[in-house]
């Protein structure tokens, strides 16, 4: 008869074990992206987010792909080849320090790169993803419209042929990278149906302006794309793909970053609120003393690391080839939500210090509230668990 193993002690920072479930190479991939987070956006963030500026955001690109963040589950072309579970740890830490760094890298990878490693040419591949992976080229992904955000089908923006060229109309709305990068990958109605073009971003006509005046993302390059007669020769469409499956895929996969991202908001307003519970004294005491404290910090660590399991499971399941888009809206619904919560209870244990930027927790739940609507809006992924809980589609 064995003897039963005494368990380990309690751990505050994993109270489920979690870690247990990672092999040593998702540590170390962890590990390398918090000690670069806390090195290069943590000491300056609070100061980028004041001012509204990512002012160095083509270094810090530069960094993320020395690094191996850049498009890191995609295989070749310079790219780590890194697990989903592994990219899923990167884009928790790195929402820990600011949803606009794990933003810049979810827009990189998940979507422009993602887009021309799955959708693009030979030709296309080799002259984009080498330099991306590296950050010497910053990317971004072309499809929401001013008009049309929750509805791509309905998109305005055009291209047609003109002998063996294209020429594209149109204008793009709240595009992350969109006035640094140096390719957008643009999505387009044609005669033949939606498709997507590599649309270099010093071709004539194409410009990007800063969107300005924003309260969250503040530390994130927003912009609008307009395309004014933009001329493009006959190989800059990607040619594997017609149809809003293109982008819709690509959708998916930035939205399974956010499943993860979004805890590592809610983890570090988390951990503001237990430090600040233990050392701030009312009534004689730490106010981590009182039964009120301690069932706010209880409420949200359950759902914290319900969570960070919620996006492991998925995370395994995308290794495995087996993780559906529906899954995925799962987990983007619930984990966004309880992440703004559990910001809004960090607050609430903070106090008036709670909205101050010397504590990350205002400037993660404002993030927040982007991320609640970006790539799909809450009603978006209801609908989309509805449709597949009931079999009839309620978007129409």
Not at 35 to 48: G, H, K, M, T
Not at 226 to 255: F, I, N
Request: proline share 5%.
């Amino acid at each position: 008869m064995s003897v039963p193993r005494k368990p380990p002690s309690f751990d505050p920072a994993d109270p489920l074990g979690l870690d247990d479930l990672l092999e040593p190479e998702d540590l170390a991939v962890r590990d390398t992206v918090r000690d670069w987070a806390a090195d290069r956006v943590l000491p300056y963030v609070a100061e980028w987010y004041e001012r509204g500026e990512l002012p160095e955001i083509r270094e810090l690109a530069r960094e993320l792909g020395a690094i191996g963040a850049l498009g890191m589950s995609l295989d070749g072309y310079g790219c780590a080849g890194a697990s989903a579970v592994q990219y899923g740890l990167a884009c928790l830490e790195l929402e820990a320090a600011d949803s606009g760094i794990r933003s810049l890298v979810s827009v990189q990878g998940s979507l422009a790169m993602y887009a021309l490693h799955r959708f693009g040419s030979e030709e296309q591949k080799e002259t984009w993803l080498p330099r991306m992976a590296a950050g010497e080229v910053i990317g971004c992904f072309g499809l929401t419209e001013p008009d049309h955000g929750s509805d791509p089908a309905s998109m305005r923006t055009y291209a047609k042929r003109d002998g063996a060229d294209w020429v594209l109309n149109g204008r793009k709305m709240w595009i992350t990278n969109g006035s640094v990068a140096g390719v957008a990958v643009v999505w387009a109605q044609t005669d033949e149906g939606i498709r997507g073009f590599a649309v270099p971003t010093d071709t004539a006509g194409f410009s990007a302006p800063e969107i300005k005046h924003k309260w969250s993302l503040r530390a994130s390059v927003t912009s609008e794309l307009v395309l004014d007669d933009v001329r493009l020769p006959a190989d800059a469409v990607l040619p594997e793909v017609t149809g809003l499956k293109g982008p819709l895929s690509c959708l998916s996969h930035a939205r399974y970053g956010i499943v993860w991202g979004s805890m590592g908001a809610a983890r570090s307003s988390f951990e503001a609120a237990l430090d600040y519970a233990r050392t701030r004294e009312q009534f004689g005491r730490p106010i981590g003393g009182f039964q009120l404290t301690q069932a706010k910090l209880a409420d949200m660590a359950v759902e914290l690391h319900k969570g960070m399991l919620l996006a492991h499971h998925l995370g395994r399941r995308m290794d495995a080839g087996r993780l559906r888009p529906e899954q995925i809206s799962f987990g983007k619904l619930n984990n966004v939500r309880e992440a703004i919560e559990i910001c809004r209870t960090a607050r609430t244990i903070l106090g008036a210090n709670g909205i101050s930027l010397e504590y990350p927790v205002m400037r993660h739940a404002t993030n927040l509230e982007s991320v609640l609507t970006y790539e799909g809006t809450v009603e978006m992924h209801q609908l989309v668990l509805g449709k597949a809980l009931t079999g009839l589609d309620a978007f129409r």
